[in-house]
C-alpha cells in the first residue's frame, strides 16, 4: 500500500458564517488556517474563495489571488481550486479561480444532483447575515448543474490548456460511470483521483456498505488506473474517513465538509481535523504522503507550472 495522503477542505461554500466562528471566510484567515493545516500534515489544499465582507462564496479571481501567493509562499503543498464553486455560481464563474491560477489540481463534480443544504436553515440560529437562510433553502429547489457538456468544457478548458489534473468528486455511483464515459473518450487519463463523497443530502448516504459499493464499482470500471480518495460530510466524518483508509483509500477532511472534531465539539481550525486524521492513521501504522510524494503519485505538473 502506498503512503496515505491527507488533503483538506478548508472553506468550501456549504457551510455559512454563522455556524462556525473558526469557519475561515476572509483570505488572511483562508491563507492562515491553509498553512496550518499544510503544517499539520495536508498533502493538498482544497479551495474556495469568500467573500471578505460577509463570507458569502465568491467567484472572484482577484480574492483567490490574494490568498494563494500567501499559502504557496509558506508550505509547498498542492493547491487545489474548486471548479464547484457554489450552487448560485455559472460555469464560467466557477471556472474563474482556477484559470486564473492554472493550478495543478481542480475539484470536478461528476454530475448534476440535488445538492440540499436547506435543512441546515431549520435551527434556530442568531444569524449574522441576510444572505445565509435564503441561500440555504433555496437548495430545496435547485439543482447543481454538473452535465456532460459542463464536465466536457472544463476537462478541455483547464485540463488540456492548462495541464491541470482533477479530483474527480462522485457523489453517487452514477458518477463513476459518466466518469468512465470520459476516460473512455480520451478525456482522462490515469492516474487519476476519485473523491468518493459520501453524506451529502441529494447523494449516496454515509453508510458503510456504500463504501464497499463504491469501491468495488471503481476497481470494475478502472482496474489499476485511479487512485481512490473519500470523505464523509457531517460527524460521520471521521469514522468514514478511517475505514476508509483502512480499505486502501486517501482521506479528505476539513471545515468544508464538518464543522466539527468530535461530538458537540467545534473544531477551532482545519489544522486541528488534519492533525487528529493523522494520529489516527499513525497509529494505524500508515505513513503519511508528502506534497511532493503526492505529486509524483498523481503525476501533477508541479508547483513550477502555475500562475501565483
Not at 468544457?153 to 468512465?180: M, P, Q, S, V, W
Not at 470520459?182 to 487519476?192: M, N, R
Amino acid at each position: 500500500m502506498t503512503k496515505t495522503i491527507i488533503s483538506c477542505a478548508i472553506t468550501g461554500s456549504v457551510h455559512t458564517p454563522t455556524m462556525s466562528p473558526y469557519l475561515p471566510c476572509t483570505p488572511e484567515e483562508i491563507a492562515a488556517q491553509s498553512i496550518a493545516a499544510a503544517q499539520a500534515g495536508a498533502a493538498i489544499i482544497h479551495l474556495h474563495a469568500r467573500n471578505p465582507a460577509d463570507g458569502s462564496p465568491s467567484p472572484s479571481a482577484d480574492v483567490y489571488m490574494q490568498f494563494l501567493p500567501r499559502i504557496a509562499e509558506q508550505t509547498d503543498a498542492v493547491l487545489n481550486i474548486t471548479t464547484g464553486g457554489s450552487v448560485t455560481m455559472t460555469l464560467e464563474q466557477r471556472l474563474a479561480g482556477a484559470l486564473r491560477a492554472s493550478s495543478e489540481m481542480a475539484s470536478l463534480n461528476m454530475g448534476s444532483i440535488n445538492f440540499a443544504m436547506f435543512r441546515m436553515a431549520e435551527k434556530p440560529r442568531q444569524w449574522k447575515h441576510d444572505w445565509e437562510v435564503p441561500y440555504l433553502q433555496a437548495t430545496e429547489d435547485g439543482i447543481f448543474r454538473n452535465t456532460f457538456r459542463d464536465i466536457r468544457y472544463i476537462l478541455e478548458t483547464l485540463g488540456k490548456t492548462h495541464g491541470t489534473r482533477f479530483e474527480f468528486e462522485c457523489y453517487d455511483i452514477g458518477h463513476l460511470y459518466n466518469l468512465a464515459y470520459f476516460v473512455e473518450q480520451g478525456l482522462v487519463k490515469p492516474p487519476f483521483l476519485i473523491q468518493s463523497v459520501f453524506g451529502v443530502m441529494g447523494g449516496i448516504g454515509a453508510d458503510p456498505e456504500n463504501v464497499l459499493l463504491m469501491k468495488q464499482t471503481a476497481d470494475r470500471l478502472f482496474g489499476k488506473d485511479y487512485v481512490w480518495s473519500l470523505f464523509a460530510a457531517g460527524r460521520q466524518q471521521m469514522p468514514f474517513v478511517t475505514m476508509g483508509a483502512v480499505m486502501g483509500a486517501n482521506v479528505r477532511v476539513g471545515l468544508e465538509d464538518n464543522l466539527f472534531l468530535g461530538r458537540g465539539q467545534l473544531a477551532a481550525s482545519n489544522a486541528e481535523q488534519v492533525a487528529k486524521i493523522r494520529r489516527i492513521l499513525t497509529e494505524l501504522g500508515m505513513e503519511i504522503a508528502t506534497p511532493d510524494e503526492a505529486r509524483q503519485i498523481l503525476q501533477l505538473k508541479g508547483r513550477d507550472n502555475v500562475a501565483f
